[in-house]
């Protein structure tokens, strides 16, 4: 079992940049992939990025891609989404994801546990 928690999230001015972390409990951590997805009002929860469980693969959502960084610390259970250049087409709740395979992927079905979600507004 793994308990996800998000924080980090706020309201930001276009071009800014916020640092989105997401703190793991459980044995597991390790060895589980990690992805952050979002989900704006009325819209379907979407793939941002995702690291595997070593940290030496990751992947993005093109929109995204350049601007974003995912990476995570394994001795402190947490994984962490830089996020640089905001725009206001990134304002979303943000949620961490772990999926207990331990490779990468954009799949929302893919992954066992999510976080409650933390809110990032860029404003205009």
């Known amino acids: 079992q793994v308990q996800l928690v998000e924080s980090g999230g706020g309201l930001v001015q276009a071009g800014g940049s916020l640092r989105l972390s997401c703190a793991a409990s459980?044995?597991?951590?390790?060895?589980?992939?990690m992805g952050w997805f979002r989900q704006a009002p009325g819209k379907e929860r979407m793939f941002v990025a995702t690291?595997?469980?070593?940290?030496?693969?990751?992947y993005y959502a093109d929109s995204v891609k350049g601007r974003f960084t995912i990476s995570r610390d394994n001795a402190k259970n947490t994984v962490y989404l830089q996020m640089n250049s905001l725009k206001p087409e990134d304002t979303a709740v943000y949620y961490c994801?772990?999926?207990?395979?331990?490779?990468?992927?954009?799949?929302?079905?893919?992954?066992?546990?999510w976080g409650q979600g933390t809110q990032v507004t860029v404003s205009s």
């Open positions: 994801a772990a999926d207990r395979r331990g490779w990468v992927t954009a799949v929302v079905g893919g992954y066992d546990y």
């Open positions: 690291i595997n469980w070593s940290g030496s693969d990751t």
């Open positions: 459980g044995r597991t951590f390790s060895r589980c992939a």
